[in-house]
């Protein structure tokens, strides 16, 4: 769903549905993960050169990757929490633990 330098973490969860989801992503060098209420979605790890980031787009992907954002999100973001750096596994699960429990999503 989010596009790194070289790796891609994908979900297959079904959007539109009307159910609310926790979504994670970390990107750490070439590794992106995707967890989707508090499960692991998708790990991959891309090579070459890492490339710093220079534009965050959040609810908006591609179709393919010639195309411009061609998808963009018809619904409600409850809350975005970014940081600066990767968590460790602890205090990832520790804040959707805390999200979970603030909106009951899973």
Do not use: H, M
Request: no cysteine; aromatic share 10%; hydrophobic share 35%.
């Amino acid at each position: 769903i989010l596009p790194t330098t070289t790796a891609t973490a994908e979900s297959t969860i079904q959007v539109g549905n009307g159910a609310w989801r926790l979504v994670s992503f970390q990107q750490s060098d070439l590794t992106a993960s995707l967890w989707t209420n508090g499960t692991l979605e998708d790990t991959d790890t891309g090579s070459g050169t890492k490339s710093p980031q220079t534009q965050l787009n959040i609810a908006a992907w591609y179709v393919n990757l010639t195309d411009s954002y061609a998808r963009f999100l018809n619904g409600d973001i409850a809350e975005i929490i970014l940081y600066d750096s990767a968590l460790s596994a602890t205090n990832r699960q520790s804040n959707e633990t805390y999200l979970n429990s603030k909106y009951a999503i899973y």
